[in-house]
């Protein structure tokens, strides 16, 4: 578009990106400060959904103690808290059996006692509740596209997308342009691979100091399944088939509800194989004998899929920038062998909220909250992430069977001694370097989806409710339209058609093989950011789509 827009513009005290855990905690934590106190602060939130909660995907299994400290009476409040956990079980699978590891090998910290288990999304709209009636003001349905800054570079807010724009990139009748939102202090919490926080971790080289952020993909499907089967309260979890050892993941079932199974796959992003297919392990992983009977005769209710950081403490960065803070994923504060994230991401945007609210105090403005940081640094955020540090990169360094063992020894020592024989390990690589040549690989053979248990790609996508304006940029751009033909295909068999678990990706041909071609279905994007974090050659770069597009999750 040749044309310039001058876009209007609202003042705020604190513009926060994203309408998750961490940004509705950072909220309401700033206007319990200033109602502490006595004064006004103004908050807004921007969340891409075309509601609050519609994009979030967890599992969850919720350690209470950041909930707790936002809100002591949670549950005389409402807060969906759907089970609490009352039972706690881990099986290693191989093809046709398993076997079952005993609690007590597992070190305190791994323990699910006094946890809930909850729909994250159900829990996300009752705490926009509470902050919209703390006077917080939310605006769904607004994708946050761009930063804005000040003449001497420190970010001065966010612009949301424009609205009727088409695919030709020319403005449609019903086009509206975007919004400016200013703010003294601008919180960014997208969670993982955020395509602002992104931009300012580059822009400001907040990441120049720490290891590289690693990735998983977390699939999951909600199921009501037949009563018999269900144990209101249960947390189960696997590791091993249908899984080789070289590569890293597992899942949970959490029984909560309504006969309902949270099932989820957690899949390392540093995975070798390009025809590794998460979507189809998934699948494959639901016809162990051990695990069909629990889902025959129920109805798969909705699917999703988010990428999610577990790179651990040696992997955040700077959380600070002229004007701005990272709270919750967007910096990555998930402890991967617990598979919990949330109490942390909501303790981060608890601890900024207080630290902004205290240069609010003192008339500062756009400069560096620098005691977030300096706060969160004695929280039970990095209390909870120092012990678990080393897992990650001994199951990446000595795979899946070793690998964890090591990282139970190390969890053990440093619960029982404060110490750890290996320091803190390095990651080595990012995800998208860890992918070997497609000629050096065996290509896997999976089973085609029985309807029963099991499901294709399409079918999955369309229970996610996804949906987007089909006459739009696509959002999903590639930096090199011909690199995807001319590289990918030949290299690494172009892995995004199969690490993408909506179908987004697609080599096209003619009947006999020939003249492939690189299809982009934007449509059936699920936001779940792994294109941009997987692919080989760095060649995809997620963006924001038209407010409101994309999936709408229920109960997940």
Request: net charge negative; glycine share 10%.
């Amino acid at each position: 578009m040749s044309e310039a827009v001058e876009r209007e513009s609202m003042e705020y005290d604190v513009v926060i990106v994203g309408a998750g855990p961490a940004g509705l905690s950072a909220a309401i934590r700033l206007k319990q400060v200033a109602e502490e106190e006595g004064r006004e602060i103004s908050v807004c939130v921007l969340e891409k959904g075309a509601e609050v909660g519609a994009h979030i995907l967890s599992g969850a299994v919720l350690d209470p103690i950041a909930l707790k400290e936002l809100f002591p009476d949670f549950i005389e409040r409402g807060a969906p808290m759907d089970a609490e956990v009352t039972e706690d079980k881990m099986l290693v699978l191989g093809p046709a059996g398993s076997m079952t590891l005993p609690n007590f090998t597992f070190p305190p910290l791994m323990s699910n006692h006094g946890t809930y288990i909850v729909s994250l999304g159900n829990l996300c709209r009752w705490m926009a509740e509470q902050a919209e009636a703390m006077g917080v003001e939310i605006y769904p349905g607004f994708a946050a596209a761009e930063v804005v800054y000040n003449e001497d570079g420190s970010v001065k807010g966010v612009a949301t997308g424009d609205f009727g724009i088409g695919r030709d990139g020319q403005r449609k009748d019903s086009y509206t342009p975007g919004m400016e939102l200013h703010g003294k202090y601008t919180f960014i919490s997208e969670g993982a691979r955020g395509s602002l926080a992104k931009q300012l971790i580059s822009k400001f080289e907040i990441d120049k100091d720490c290891d590289f952020q690693k990735f998983g993909i977390g699939i999951k499907e909600l199921w009501q399944i037949d009563p018999a089967q269900h144990k209101p309260g249960r947390v189960m979890h696997t590791m091993g088939w249908p899984l080789k050892s070289d590569t890293g993941g597992g899942t949970f079932m959490y029984h909560f509800g309504d006969n309902y199974v949270s099932l989820g796959f957690v899949l390392h992003l540093n995975y070798k194989n390009p025809y590794l297919s998460p979507f189809d392990e998934l699948q494959r992983f639901k016809q162990h004998p051990d695990i069909r009977p629990i889902f025959e005769g129920g109805k798969r209710i909705s699917y999703g899929a988010r990428a999610m950081t577990s790179g651990g403490l040696q992997s955040i960065p700077k959380l600070t920038f002229p004007g701005g803070v990272l709270i919750g994923c967007s910096a990555g504060f998930m402890n991967l062998p617990r598979i919990k994230g949330t109490h942390n991401a909501m303790k981060s945007g608890m601890v900024a909220a207080e630290a902004a609210a205290a240069a609010l105090k003192q008339d500062r403005s756009y400069d560096e909250l620098k005691a977030y940081p300096e706060e969160l640094a004695e929280s039970h955020v990095y209390k909870d992430l120092k012990p678990v540090r080393n897992v990650k990169p001994l199951v990446s360094k000595f795979g899946a069977v070793l690998g964890t063992m090591l990282g139970g020894f190390d969890m053990w020592m440093n619960t029982i001694f404060h110490f750890s024989f290996f320091g803190t390990l390095k990651h080595g690589k990012p995800d998208y370097a860890t992918l070997k040549p497609a000629n050096q690989c065996t290509p896997i053979d999976y089973p085609k989806p029985d309807g029963v248990v099991s499901f294709d790609k399409l079918s999955s996508v369309f229970i996610s409710s996804t949906n987007h304006e089909e006459d739009q940029p696509i959002h999903l751009q590639l930096k090199d339209p011909d690199l995807p033909i001319n590289v990918n295909l030949p290299k690494w068999a172009e892995p995004a058609q199969r690490f993408c678990p909506a179908g987004v990706y697609e080599v096209l041909t003619d009947d006999d093989g020939s003249n492939p071609k690189f299809q982009i279905n934007a449509q059936n994007c699920v936001h779940c950011k792994t294109c941009d974090i997987k692919d080989p050659s760095q060649n995809i770069n997620w963006t924001v789509p038209e407010g409101g597009g994309g999936p709408t999750y229920p109960n997940m």
